[in-house]
């Protein structure tokens, strides 16, 4: 057998064999409450198509489980997940996880997706927010347990009320005047407002946001010393992915009214 007739078999027999492979599996979990347009009941939503076309791309296989949020990134702290599934950054979280860091922060590069979170109140009530200091918070605002802006609300001096899991709740407990005002992700809270004409009768949403936030798959610390390499190829191959035409397609599908 020729030379060249030679190595283009082993190339075809390599290639062959890197195809057959079988996917490496990764334990995720994720919040089991509804975030619109990331997660619907039913495994629809925007996180769920990024996940499986990053299946496809990096030859992996992803178990998914949902949980009560902050029980998700407990169990990702006693290892019992290889990871967590948009998870805004927090330096304490990095005693249960590993973010895809450059130097000292996330490299927001390699976020799985991006989003604010916004104040709503009643409309013509009080409460304001200018951007840098609240004004006009005269008892509980509503936010959900384990979410990232719980602490920047107890910073800013706010007593937080944290007993409702949902968006939904969390809107109906300012209806009922249990809170004053609600923070949530800007694009969950507009999507109940626009589904409920007693919210969107009722509720606005007030403007600049509160903060704007990258959402990153956060590894546990067993799966990366475990997988390191696996652990890059995932979070290297984030860009291209949501850059992709079927991943825009999803998107602009799940955006429309």
């Given at each position: 057998m020729r030379l060249s007739s030679l190595l283009t078999l082993l190339t075809s027999l390599l290639l062959t064999t890197a195809q057959a492979a079988p996917p490496a599996t990764v334990r995720l979990c994720y919040d089991q409450e509804d975030v619109y347009p990331w997660r619907?009941?039913?495994?629809?939503?925007?996180?769920f198509t990024l996940l499986k076309l990053l299946e496809g791309r990096v030859n992996v296989h992803f178990e998914l489980q949902a949980l009560p949020w902050k029980r998700c990134l407990l169990e990702l702290g006693e290892n019992r997940h290889d990871g967590a599934v948009a998870a805004s950054f927090r330096p304490e979280r990095m005693e249960v996880g590993v973010y895809p860091m450059v130097g000292s922060v996330p490299d927001t590069n390699l976020r799985m997706r991006a989003e604010s979170y916004s104040l709503f109140r009643l409309k013509g009530s009080t409460p304001s927010w200018d951007g840098k200091r609240f004004s006009g918070i005269e008892g509980n605002v509503g936010a959900q347990a384990g979410y990232s802006i719980v602490e920047q609300l107890k910073t800013a001096g706010l007593s937080v009320d944290t007993g409702a899991a949902s968006a939904d709740?969390?809107?109906?407990?300012?209806?009922?005047?249990?809170?004053?005002a609600v923070a949530l992700?800007?694009?969950?809270?507009?999507?109940?407002?626009?589904?409920?004409?007693?919210?969107?009768a009722r509720i606005e949403r007030l403007y600049p946001p509160l903060t704007e936030r990258a959402y990153y798959l956060l590894f546990s610390k067993s799966f990366y010393a475990r997988d390191e390499a696996l652990a890059q190829r995932i979070w290297q191959a984030l860009p291209t992915v949501?850059?992709?035409?079927?991943?825009?397609r999803a998107e602009a599908a799940m955006r429309q009214p």
């Open positions: 619907v009941k039913g495994g629809q939503g925007l996180d709740d969390n809107l109906r407990k300012l209806l009922l005047g249990r809170v004053v992700l800007s694009s969950e809270g507009d999507a109940s407002i626009a589904a409920n004409p007693e919210f969107s949501r850059d992709s035409a079927d991943y825009k």
